[in-house]
């Protein structure tokens, strides 16, 4: 059942996409600073979400590596105080 609900998803985001660039396929120009590109709106739209995403996945990508060094720390800190309840634990109680 759920192969075919993914696989339905899958035909619908097909289907969206070949009419979305059926509909977006009229050229547009494109100033690159050095020349001019007549493209259609289809592929600048498809580029600009690409190199959005991409964008997206460094900054993402980023965030994950600096909470996972937290996370390492944080892990390095509870076994050290692990080890120091377990050394206080074995201690001998002495009366002031």
């Avoid at 979305?20 to 050229?27: M, Y």
């Avoid at 498809?46 to 944080?74: K, N, P, S, V, W």
């Avoid at 509870?78 to 001998?92: G, Y």
């Amino acid at each position: 059942m759920l192969r075919l609900l993914r696989n339905l998803v899958l035909v619908a985001a097909l289907v969206l996409g070949v009419t979305f660039g059926f509909f977006n396929f009229q050229l547009v120009t494109v100033d690159l600073l050095f020349s001019d590109a007549r493209v259609p709106l289809v592929v600048v739209l498809i580029l600009d979400f690409a190199l959005g995403f991409a964008i997206a996945l460094l900054l993402l990508l980023g965030r994950m590596m600096g909470l996972r060094r937290e996370l390492a720390r944080t892990q390095r800190g509870l076994k050290d105080a692990r080890t120091e309840i377990r050394n206080l634990r074995s201690m001998p109680i002495h009366d002031a």
